[in-house]
């Protein structure tokens, strides 16, 4: 059984940045792809980035340019750089695991396995 925990939620103000961290505890592979996913109240989840185990990446149009998502195998750890950051990006943020072989590093939230208990960003303008 994997667990995702992330950390490095907080409250900071428009413009400025945040770094998440996701520490997978369990037996993992490098080849899982894994993702960022966020929630708002009243909101659907929907997809932020993703990584797959050759280190491609895949972004939300709302946040590329701002976002970078990298992976530690390493250290089983899973980041999120998170750069002029807006108010709308205020949410619930999870981690996510894909542990398909072949996984696709979309944005279904039906084709993640492990699911952190998240961390709350707030961007205050």
């Known amino acids: 059984q994997l667990q995702p925990v992330e950390s490095g939620g907080g409250e900071v103000q428009a413009g400025g940045s945040l770094r998440l961290s996701c520490t997978v505890y369990?037996?993992?592979?490098?080849?899982?792809?894994m993702g960022w996913f966020r929630q708002a109240p009243g909101k659907e989840r929907e997809g932020v980035a993703t990584i797959r185990s050759d280190d491609s990446t895949n972004y939300a149009d709302s946040v590329k340019g701002r976002f970078t998502i990298s992976r530690d195998n390493a250290k089983n750890t899973l980041y999120l750089q998170m750069n002029s950051l807006k108010p709308e990006d205020s949410a619930m943020y999870y981690c996510a695991i894909d542990r398909r072989s072949f996984c696709s590093g979309g944005f279904d939230p039906s084709e993640y396995h492990y699911w952190g208990q998240g961390t709350q960003v707030t961007v205050s303008s």
């Open positions: 369990g037996y993992t592979y490098s080849y899982y792809c």
